[in-house]
């Protein structure tokens, strides 16, 4: 069975710093997809960020980017220029590609402080 | 992007009375959706899987007969928990997966439901 493991409850950083959160999983699955979900005081859950394990190259999106390390297991999200908005609980998660229903496996999540 | 949405957004109820909680999918037909328990700062917790048209799949330690859906149209689906007790609180979200074709592109979630047993 996949898992996936937050080993950092909470992080914080300065507005406009940059900061990383790690993730690393387990799996006997070559071909798979990994997620970085943000869920802010709201609760509502938003996509931040997408991999496909069969690509090679890192993911970004505007501020956000990954460090996806096949071999070792690790898919950590790197969040640039910090803003206050970006104060949230990030969720990673995995999602085999052989899955017609998009079943979706949770980390723990790490909550993250932005400090004016 | 597709949009998820639940009613009701946050529900009070006496011990031992069902509440159902719904989850729409507003702009795409979800053949399966998912329903989520979370406790206040944790991670989403798998409860089960909804199929449209069939039973759905409860993952393992979730009572079957306690926590209720029904998956009636490609659009809806309901979870009824039955004969609710305090500590059945908690905050309960949906999700849809979209498809392009027969792939699972991206997963959608509604903005969830809190629930109170009083």
């Known amino acids: 069975a996949q898992t996936v493991t937050q080993s950092q409850p909470e992080m914080s950083v300065q507005e406009a710093e940059t900061v990383t959160l790690s993730c690393t999983y387990d799996?006997?699955?070559?071909?798979?997809?990994l997620f970085w979900y943000k869920q802010p005081p709201s609760r509502q859950m938003i996509l931040v960020i997408r991999?496909?394990?069969?690509?090679?190259q890192n993911a970004t999106e505007n501020r956000f980017s990954v460090n996806f390390q096949k071999a070792a297991k690790s898919f950590s999200l790197k969040i640039s220029d910090s803003q206050l908005g970006d104060a949230a609980m990030y969720f990673c998660?995995?999602?085999?590609?052989?899955?017609?229903?998009?079943?979706?496996?949770f980390g723990q999540g790490t909550t993250l402080q932005v400090k004016p | 992007g597709a949009v998820v949405s639940q009613h009701p957004s946050w529900v009070i109820c006496k011990s031992g009375t069902s509440v159902k909680i719904e989850c729409r999918s507003l702009?795409?037909?979800?053949?399966?959706m998912f329903w989520y328990r979370q406790f206040p700062k944790q991670s989403l917790m798998l409860m089960a899987t909804s199929n449209e048209g069939s039973k759905a799949t409860y993952e393992q330690g979730v009572e079957k007969d306690k926590f209720l859906i029904n998956h009636a149209s490609l659009t809806l689906s309901t979870l009824t928990v039955t004969s609710a007790h305090p500590e059945d609180s908690s905050f309960y979200i949906c999700?849809?997966?979209?498809?392009?074709?027969?792939?699972?592109?991206?997963?959608?979630f509604g903005p969830g439901t809190r629930l109170t047993v009083l």
């Open positions: 799996t006997s699955e070559s071909d798979y997809y």
């Open positions: 999700s849809a997966p979209w498809r392009e074709g027969r792939l699972v592109d991206e997963q959608f």
């Open positions: 991999q496909e394990a069969y690509k090679q």
């Open positions: 998660a995995y999602r085999s590609h052989g899955s017609n229903t998009g079943k979706l496996i």
């Open positions: 702009d795409f037909q979800a053949t399966t």
